[in-house]
């Protein structure tokens, strides 16, 4: 019954007449011009946004493009500079050892002498005596000095003296 209620609704609101007129060639054409015209105002904001999003996407390529650019000119001089501090660290390790060919350490000997001058002269006359020099021939020092700190709880023994020589060839000339 729910059934004939709702087609006895429908067919009160179309009028008899509507069901019986047929449908002629030209209200189909004009059925297609409205459905054209208004696929036609449906499509433009479409198209809009379509040449919106193309302008984006172009936009953002070109950024791309570019920061893709700036990367690589950024990886060079990386690259660059890795190797420049590769050099570089290799110039201070022969620097370093260079300097260090210099040097000659010693153990063992008593903590007496309070200045750096009372050890380089003390070293200077002790390695005269054990090279056997003349008396007028005493090595040459630049420096003699203590490694580590003199209250260091954990140190056994004096701590050990470093020397450096003018030459290290004069240091060779006696081992």
Excluded at 124 to 132: C, E, G
Excluded at 146 to 171: C, E, F, H, Q, W
Aim: charged share 30%.
């Amino acid at each position: 019954m729910a059934d004939a209620t709702f087609e006895e609704d429908i067919f009160d609101t179309i009028e008899d007449e509507d069901l019986l007129s047929p449908v002629t060639k030209c209200d189909l054409l004009d059925m297609e011009a409205r459905l054209f015209s208004k696929m036609k105002e449906l499509w433009k904001p479409m198209q809009d946004q379509l040449i919106e999003i193309k302008t984006t996407l172009t936009e953002t390529k070109t950024t791309a493009e570019k920061a893709l650019l700036l990367a690589g000119s950024v990886q060079e001089e990386n690259k660059i500079t890795q190797k420049e501090t590769e050099q570089l660290n290799h110039k201070m390790l022969n620097l370093d050892l260079e300097q260090r060919k210099n040097n000659i350490k010693f153990r063992g000997f008593p903590e007496q002498l309070n200045t750096t001058e009372d050890l380089n002269d003390f070293m200077a006359s002790w390695l005269a005596q054990l090279w056997k020099l003349d008396e007028d021939v005493v090595p040459v020092i630049v420096k003699a000095y203590r490694i580590g700190s003199p209250k260091n709880p954990n140190r056994k023994g004096p701590r050990d003296i470093v020397i450096t020589a003018l030459d290290y060839r004069g240091k060779l000339n006696h081992y």
